[in-house]
């Protein structure tokens, strides 16, 4: 299993007979302060064929990252080492859904959801990118080993020095599909007539938070969509559908009263 570590800043692969430790710093934000850390706020695995397998976690930012493992040359059912990549940058999510169609849906945790598809998955050579053999090599490195007490390491500081670094960008790997409108959370709501030639008083909601938040107007009433227009010969008095017959279950002709 993936265990975010309690400080933010490591991912940590544990498995029942795991005796090397293997975990990986989290990439950081050029601008991240280095005693800040990250925390990770949701986490999924994602089952593919041949007994594939790997995570998404997401941090408090909003930054997706795909958490993918290395298995040894000869066993294929041992883990040898991870390695942690920058996916995309997201709403903040309440939770992270993984289709087995290439989809993700975002239930964000503020403002609309989103469902996105999977322009690319295998990022590990082209996005910033930690691995284990990174973060146990800076270890040893520190003159420590796995006997003194490695939580004394494993530390939000050295997390700092070990991750690479990234700029937040527009979507690279995912495409966004379809937005689920959401008034979640209407931090605010005024009710009132302020279009001025309208019968129905309108109600404004402000909705989100930071810089996913919106001023929203709402009227009372269905929406409609245009599907097709036909020219009339003249002006008409009302338009009515009729049925073929009066065994029809729906109309299929349309009059003008002139």
Same mark, same amino acid.
């Given at each position: 299993?993936?265990?975010?570590?309690?400080?933010?800043?490591?991912?940590?692969?544990?498995?029942?007979?795991?005796? /090397?430790? %293997?975990? &990986?710093?989290?990439?950081?934000?050029?601008?991240?302060?280095? +005693?800040? *850390?990250?925390?990770? !706020?949701? @986490?999924?695995?994602?089952?593919?064929?041949?007994?594939?397998?790997?995570?998404?976690?997401?941090?408090?930012?909003?930054?997706?990252?795909?958490?993918?493992?290395?298995?040894?040359?000869?066993?294929?059912?041992?883990?040898?080492?991870?390695?942690?990549?920058?996916?995309?940058?997201?709403?903040?999510?309440?939770?992270?859904?993984?289709?087995?169609?290439?989809?993700?849906?975002?239930?964000?945790?503020?403002?609309?959801?989103?469902?996105?598809?999977?322009?690319?998955?295998?990022?590990?050579?082209?996005?910033?990118?930690?691995?284990?053999? /990174?973060? %146990?090599? &800076?270890?040893?490195?520190?003159?420590?080993?796995?006997?003194? +007490?490695? *939580?004394?390491?494993? !530390?939000? @500081?050295?997390?700092?020095?070990?991750?690479?670094?990234?700029?937040?960008?527009?979507?690279?790997?995912?495409?966004?599909?379809?937005?689920?409108?959401?008034?979640?959370?209407?931090?605010?709501?005024?009710?009132?007539?302020?279009?001025?030639?309208?019968?129905?008083?309108?109600?404004?909601?402000?909705?989100?938070?930071?810089?996913?938040?919106?001023?929203?107007?709402?009227?009372?009433?269905?929406?409609?969509?245009?599907?097709?227009?036909?020219?009339?010969?003249?002006?008409?008095?009302?338009?009515?559908?009729?049925?073929?017959?009066?065994?029809?279950?729906?109309?299929?002709?349309?009059?003008?009263?002139?």
């Amino acid at each position: 299993s993936f265990i975010p570590q309690e400080k933010g800043d490591w991912i940590e692969y544990l498995h029942e007979g795991c005796q /090397e430790k %293997i975990i &990986a710093a989290i990439p950081r934000r050029k601008l991240h302060p280095p +005693g800040k *850390g990250i925390l990770i !706020t949701c @986490l999924t695995v994602h089952k593919q064929k041949k007994s594939k397998f790997f995570a998404l976690a997401q941090s408090e930012l909003g930054d997706v990252y795909k958490v993918s493992i290395r298995l040894d040359a000869e066993d294929k059912t041992k883990v040898v080492g991870i390695t942690v990549s920058l996916l995309d940058t997201l709403p903040v999510a309440n939770s992270l859904n993984v289709s087995k169609l290439g989809m993700l849906f975002i239930p964000a945790e503020f403002g609309d959801h989103v469902l996105y598809q999977f322009e690319r998955i295998d990022v590990e050579d082209v996005a910033p990118s930690c691995t284990s053999e /990174e973060a %146990i090599s &800076a270890f040893k490195g520190s003159g420590m080993s796995q006997g003194d +007490g490695d *939580g004394d390491y494993f !530390t939000t @500081l050295n997390a700092s020095k070990v991750a690479c670094t990234f700029t937040p960008t527009m979507l690279k790997n995912l495409r966004s599909l379809y937005t689920m409108e959401s008034l979640a959370p209407t931090t605010g709501i005024l009710v009132g007539e302020l279009a001025g030639n309208e019968v129905s008083p309108q109600i404004y909601t402000l909705n989100g938070r930071g810089p996913r938040s919106t001023l929203r107007t709402l009227r009372h009433g269905a929406a409609v969509t245009e599907l097709a227009v036909s020219d009339l010969p003249g002006v008409p008095g009302a338009v009515y559908t009729i049925k073929d017959n009066s065994q029809d279950a729906l109309d299929k002709k349309r009059d003008i009263d002139k």
